[in-house]
């Protein structure tokens, strides 16, 4: 991380009234659809935002879910994500405080999404956040952010080296896979923005496969 969690949280605070305003790129835009597409829970499923920010995603899957968890380090933009689902009369959607590597959250999870918001971790940091998304049980890990399908370039949009530290696309995928999950779809959105979709590989994890373990 290039900046720390306090550094991020206060950074994004100062911007939150604004921040949605700020948001009128076509590829952020077709990231949070993307998100949004790929998450398909289901009316009983719980889904885990982490980096919620404003709640772009949480609150376009509220409707969707059963239940959706919103989770981030900036009170500012907590606070704008808790203004919008009142407004929007969404009740089944809450916010609250909580890190990528400790989302402060230990109830069900089926679908663990996240947008714009895991390049401001290292790789290591990253590999030990989809770890945690891992161990959460969900069937299925929705990343939209900036990653890099090609070399890095500073000159091109959504890459500020200052203050993010985006993967390539091979780490992200090395690091999902390491941590159980098949990778089901790969979404290039621009040549340093796109949208991963990681299932739980093969049963890992379910009731099934561990009835298969024990039978073999
Ligand atoms: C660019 S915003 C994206 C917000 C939202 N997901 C969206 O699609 O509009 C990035 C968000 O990540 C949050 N964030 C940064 N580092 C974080 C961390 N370590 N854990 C949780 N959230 C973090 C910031 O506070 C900010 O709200």
Redesign the pocket.
């Known amino acids: 991380?290039k900046k720390t969690?306090e550094e991020?949280?206060d950074r994004?605070s100062d911007i939150a009234a604004d921040?949605d305003d700020d948001?009128s790129s076509e590829e952020?835009r077709a990231?949070?659809s993307l998100v949004v597409e790929h998450a398909a829970p289901g009316p009983d499923d719980v889904v885990l935002?982490?980096?919620?920010?404003?709640g772009?995603?949480a609150l376009a899957l509220g409707p969707e879910a059963k239940r959706v968890v919103g989770?981030?380090?900036?009170e500012g933009?907590l606070e704008q994500a808790r203004t919008k689902a009142a407004e929007a009369g969404i009740e089944n959607v809450e916010f609250g405080y909580?890190?990528?590597?400790a989302p402060d959250y230990d109830g069900e999870v089926d679908v663990v999404v996240?947008?714009?918001?895991m390049h401001?971790?290292s790789d290591a940091e990253k590999r030990e956040a989809i770890e945690v998304v891992a161990a959460t049980g969900a069937r299925r890990f929705v990343l939209?952010d900036v990653m890099f399908f090609g070399e890095p370039d500073p000159e091109e949009p959504f890459y500020s080296p200052e203050v993010d530290d985006p993967a390539t696309v091979g780490t992200l995928a090395d690091a999902l896979t390491d941590a159980g999950f098949a990778l089901t779809a790969v979404e290039s959105v621009h040549d340093q923005v796109g949208v991963l979709v990681a299932e739980r590989a093969a049963g890992e994890g379910t009731e099934e496969a561990v009835v298969e373990d024990i039978e073999e």
């Open positions: 991380m969690i991020h949280a994004f921040y948001q952020y990231c949070v935002d982490l980096g919620t920010g404003t772009a995603i989770r981030d380090i900036s933009m909580g890190e990528f590597r996240s947008n714009f918001a401001h971790l939209g």
